[in-house]
């Protein structure tokens, strides 16, 4: 192994790779390595200019047997970077310290050295590199030493029964309700962001950790060590972004529903909620609002005057997002010249289709500026200049008629080299040229990679069942995603597929999740409401007139019983406003998520680190949602300190005080979610 120190960066050379070890923020290293002559030069997720880097490289001998009893002298790399210590031994091994403390160690066993005591036969590398046959991309696995004891938070949102991760196999890649987020946060005061975009896969294993990369030219990773998980996430945030301002007049209620057919239904449920004293911040006007995927246009047969219903709904002090879709269907007046410009994504085989949802599309390529640039000045003529205020940026995976990414092509490389940042290219359409207005962006998106917290990205966790299993699932969900660096997350309030809305089970599901709701970052009604027996508009092929909709889901349209629920915890949600305030200005500060894990509040409560059921928004509220049907009462475990039972806001007048440190059963009737205060 050859090194060099080269101003603080450590450079190694061995069969072949080039390795670089350098500071990267306070506390912190980047690790790159490649095969080829020179590194890409991308930052990817480390997009912040960063400081607090002091990292020095010294070299140090060790004695290594070799087998007759004999030693020999070996030299070691060492760089350091505050409480962040990397080694680098005779055959290319890393070892990381926090404070002189081994905390990870890549996986080698073969024959000589001295890693471990394991076997040394089996050839297995650190790094293994297969090139891919006819391309300059290689398959790259990355393998370390499993600790025991240690959990392992955050990556993402994978719909699972599991937040913690160790044990867990986990896709590196973009599905609809999948979001990939290669940031894991460990229980061992360290985190760790897999800077690469490829298609892959990570084992946080018993055995060993693997991260596989399908195609790639480079290694890229980046670890920080801290004392608590809030300064380990303020770390992270520091190189990959932070949220910006969030709007005050945009943390009430967001009204949606699958969906609006014209702008008439529109005003009429605006008109509604302001007759029945209730302020809406946002009306959502979700797809088929179009003539066909890819016009990004109203069809004037439903909306005639949108700039009017704009305008009205603005009166009412209601801000307006509309759906729009990467999509471009055959059919549409943009697909023709955008397909001769080499603005969609290309297909390596077969026909050229990557979406087939009503309709034979091809899906936009974000990662091509020229790209950015149409999509942008059509849907700044036909939305934008109309005072629409924000995108719904849907099936931002992109979500593909078959998830087959090796089939796909973007400007920039193979879908499997880079596809994982698709979403936030696509978020980027729009932020990068409405940030220009000088007004905070806020725009929804399905999906998200490390770093889209800063370009304005509200997440919602996908199309997911209305079940009581899939509610339970969306807690870890944004728990984790929370950790992995996206505050703004939020889900479909009674989510999204429901067949029956008068089935007595899944109303009682829509007040759970609705109660949830309130204790999170957006207050959001959403959801495909059936059964579906609504006659269509129409009978055409074009326009969303013969495009199915679902039932009313307007707080009002579950009876009187659930409407009186939802309005106090409606007042509840508008009580807690400059709280909530405080908490969105946290996350542009440090990168704290609003809803938190336990741990994340109490990291030295070993107790905290187990509990997935019950999560903190914001440093004073202890959430225990109502996660199973026909269940009134539920244990919540109170850490050490003096905590108050909230009951719809203390308007019964309980003053219950609990002391922590143990665990207490609480009556949790429909009407009311266990919240405790924290005093």
């Known amino acids: ?100 403390k081994l905390i990870l160690r890549e996986y080698f066993r073969f024959y000589g050295g001295t890693i471990s005591k394991e076997s040394r036969c089996l050839k297995i590398v650190n790094r293994e590199w297969k090139g891919i046959i006819g391309g300059s991309e290689y398959a790259l696995n990355v393998k370390f030493e499993a600790n025991k004891g240690e959990k392992i938070f955050g990556m993402g949102q994978y719909q699972q029964d599991s937040m913690e991760l160790k044990g867990c196999v986990l896709e590196l890649a973009q599905r609809n309700s999948q979001i990939s987020v290669p940031f894991a946060l460990s229980s061992l005061g360290y985190g760790f962001l897999w800077n690469n975009p490829a298609v892959g896969r990570v084992t946080f294993g018993k055995n060993y950790t693997e991260w596989i990369a399908r195609a790639t030219k480079e290694m890229d990773y980046w670890i920080t060590v801290a004392d608590t998980p809030k300064e380990i996430l303020e770390n992270y945030t520091a190189v990959t972004g932070r949220a910006g301002s969030f709007p005050e007049d945009l943390m009430g209620l967001w009204q949606c529903k699958l969906r609006y057919r014209t702008q008439d239904e529109v005003l009429e449920v605006a008109r509604k909620y302001k007759a029945e004293g209730i302020k809406i911040d946002m009306i959502v006007i979700d797809f088929f609002h179009w003539t066909v995927q890819g016009d990004w246009k109203f069809d004037k047969k439903y909306w005639p005057d949108p700039k009017a219903m704009v305008d009205e709904l603005h009166s009412m002090g209601i801000k307006v997002i509309v759906s729009v879709w990467p999509s471009v269907d055959r059919r549409s007046e943009n697909f023709n010249p955008m397909m001769e410009r080499g ?57 593909y008629g078959v998830y087959d990414f090796e089939n796909y092509r973007y400007c920039d490389g193979p879908a499997l080299t880079i596809s994982n940042m698709y979403p936030q290219m696509y978020s980027r359409t729009f932020y990068d040229e409405m940030v220009k207005e000088g007004k905070p962006v806020v725009n929804l998106l399905r999906c998200a990679w490390a770093g889209s917290q800063k370009y304005g990205n509200v997440v919602w966790s996908g199309d997911v069942p209305s079940s009581f299993e899939a509610f339970a699932d969306q807690i870890k969900c944004g728990l984790n995603m ?182 207490v059963s609480v009556d949790a009737p429909i009407e009311y979610m266990p919240v405790f205060e924290r005093i």
């Not at 095969?35 to 002091?54: H, I, N, P, Y």
């Not at 994504?345 to 091509?368: H, L, M, S, W």
């Not at 269509?536 to 074009?542: S, V």
């Not at 309005?567 to 946290?586: A, P, T």
Request: charged content about 25%.
């Open 1 to 100: 192994m050859h090194f060099e120190d080269r101003n603080g960066t450590l450079l190694c050379y061995r069969a072949g790779e080039m390795l670089e070890i350098g500071g990267w923020g306070a506390n912190s290293l980047r690790v790159r390595a490649t095969m080829q002559k020179e590194f890409t030069g991308r930052d990817r997720a480390l997009s912040e200019k960063v400081g607090g880097s002091t990292a020095t490289v010294t070299f140090e001998e060790e004695s290594l047997p070799v087998g007759d009893g004999t030693f020999e002298k070996s030299t070691l790399a060492v760089i350091t970077n505050g409480r962040l210590k990397a080694v680098v031994n005779f055959a290319g091994v890393i070892s990381f310290y926090r404070d002189d």
């Open 343 to 399: 603005l969609l994504i290309k297909t390596e085989r077969g026909a050229a289709q990557t979406y087939d949802y009503q309709g034979d599309c091809v899906e936009i390529d974000p990662f091509n500026p020229e790209t950015r640039k149409y999509v942008w000045e059509v849907c700044k003529k036909n939305y934008y200049d109309l005072g629409i205020d924000a995108f719904w940026l849907d099936n931002s995976e992109p979500d």
């Open 482 to 663: 929370g950790v992995a660096g996206i505050p703004w997350w939020t889900t479909d309030v009674g989510g999204f597929m429901t067949d029956d809305v008068n089935d007595p089970e899944f109303r009682q599901l829509l007040i759970r999740w609705y109660q949830f709701a309130v204790y999170s970052a957006v207050l959001r009604m959403h959801g495909d409401r059936g059964p579906y027996n609504i006659a269509p508009l129409d009978d055409r092929e074009r326009g969303g007139g013969y495009l199915h909709t679902g039932q009313p889901n307007e707080l009002w349209s579950y009876g009187e019983e659930n409407y009186a629920i939802m309005k106090k915890y409606y007042d509840i949600r508008i009580g807690m406003h400059d709280y909530i305030r405080s908490l969105f200005e946290e996350a542009s500060k440090n990168g704290s998520p609003l809803i938190r894990p336990m741990f994340y509040e109490f990291p030295g409560d070993t107790q905290c680190w187990d509990i997935e059921d019950q999560y903190m928004f914001g440093p004073k509220y202890l959430v225990a949602p109502i996660l199973h049907a026909y269940e009134y009462k539920r244990d919540v475990y109170l850490p050490e300190g003096k905590w108050m039972l909230v009951h719809g806001n203390g308007d019964d007048g309980s003053t219950a005080v609990f002391e922590g440190g143990r665990t």
